[in-house]
Structure formats: structure tokens, C-alpha cells
């Protein structure tokens, strides 16, 4: 139970298939010039870069661990430029040359809190002095089926409440929201806002967005 990286043959496999769904919402970046550099983490197919070149930022750049996921947003959208994140969570991008990274259903992706920690602070060294990051992700669901799996992951393997296995092979983990502000205590939070997605396996999920600013 490690980091993204660690779960590239799922991500390269039946991962690479799926439709990602977390909205983008602009009105979050209205402070942002249109030549602000934006990093998209965890990137996938270019979803949200795509969205973002829409609303008129036209530094938008992309990394994402998994080449199939990579080729996929290239066939799609050959104009967006990304990249393989060869070694997640390093960046090669030098400190303090992003204005705003997003994190959008990447920590859920990361069920190990070491790694969490780690990518975060990877992404605080590459952001500017009061540069953003926006985060999406799914909360701790309380339904049965979600209750159920979080219990036997942790029984089986020992980790925190909130992690559990997918069906077609994935480790995932959900957060409380708390969790979530711990993870980002280093920033200063700017917004926060609950909303409901459809996860990648069409299941309709609690969420959040956080929009945390780089001190």
C-alpha cells in the first residue's frame, strides 16, 4: 500500500478505460490571469486540461504515472502537452515555478499516508509563494457496501478505515474531510465545497473540493 505509482499495471490496464468525472470550476481560479502556469497531477487523459484551455488558460501542462493513460489523452486531444511522471511523486519542475497544481481524485489513488504526505509535499515545493492547489476527492462514504469493504480491507490488511479494494483491482481510499485538512495544513485554506460525483465505477459518491494557498 503505497503511492500512485505503485498501482501503474492497474492504471495501464483496465484503469486507463475509464471516464473520469470530478468538475472543474473556474469561478475557483477567478483570481488567476489566463497565463497563470496550472499543473494538472495525476492528470489521466487531459479531462480537466482540456476544460481549462476551454475557459481561456493557456499554460496549462499535464503528468500522470501511466503512459496508457498519457497515449489515451494524446489520441484524444493531441494539442494538450503532457507528460509520464516517471517517478511519483518528483516533479521536474523547479521549486516555486507553478502558480496553481490540481489534484483532482489523485488522493484516493494513494491509500498509503506516507506517500500522501510526500506528494504533498512535493507539490508545495513546486508551487509559488501564495500560489493554489485544488484538490478534489471522495469522502468517507457511509452506506452499507462502502461500510462493509472499508471494514474488511482494514481487518485483512491492516489499514486505516477508508481503504478497500475495487472490484476490477484497484486499492483506493476514502477521507473524512478532517483528514483531508491535516493533509493540507502546510497551505492556508481559501474554499471549501461538498458536492456529489459519480466515482469511476458509476457509483454516486460524497465529495469535496478544497482550494488551499501555497504560504
Known amino acids: 500500500m503505497k503511492g500512485l505509482g505503485d498501482q501503474i499495471a492497474y492504471w495501464n490496464g483496465v484503469g ?3 471516464t473520469f468525472t470530478h468538475p472543474v470550476n473556474p469561478d475557483r481560479l477567478a483570481e488567476v490571469g489566463p497565463d497563470a502556469r496550472i499543473l494538472d497531477y495525476g492528470c489521466g487523459y487531459g479531462r480537466v486540461m482540456a476544460e481549462l484551455g476551454g475557459h481561456g488558460f493557456r499554460d496549462v501542462s499535464g503528468v500522470d504515472p501511466s503512459p496508457a493513460l498519457i497515449e489515451r489523452g494524446r489520441q484524444l486531444r493531441p494539442e494538450l502537452r503532457l507528460a509520464v511522471l516517471e517517478s511519483p511523486p518528483t516533479l521536474p519542475h523547479a521549486s516555486g515555478s507553478i502558480d496553481v497544481v490540481l489534484l483532482f481524485a489523485v ?3 494513494v491509500p498509503d499516508g506516507d506517500a500522501q504526505a510526500a506528494l504533498v ?4 515545493r513546486v508551487l ?10 471522495v469522502l468517507l462514504q457511509d452506506d452499507e457496501r462502502n461500510r462493509d469493504r472499508y471494514a474488511a480491507h482494514a481487518r485483512q490488511f491492516g489499514t486505516p478505515y477508508g481503504v478497500f ?9 476514502h477521507h473524512e474531510i478532517a ?13 471549501e465545497h461538498r458536492f456529489e460525483v459519480a466515482t469511476m465505477n458509476g457509483h454516486r459518491s460524497q465529495a469535496a473540493q478544497l482550494l488551499v494557498r501555497r504560504r
Open 16 to 18: 486507463a478505460t475509464k
Open 107 to 109: 488522493l484516493t489513488c
Open 121 to 124: 509535499a512535493e507539490l508545495h
Open 128 to 137: 509559488a509563494p501564495g500560489g493554489l492547489l485544488y484538490v478534489s476527492d
Open 165 to 173: 479494494a475495487t472490484d476490477d483491482g484497484a486499492v483506493c481510499r
Open 179 to 191: 483528514e483531508l485538512r491535516t493533509l493540507l495544513s502546510a497551505f492556508d485554506p481559501v474554499d
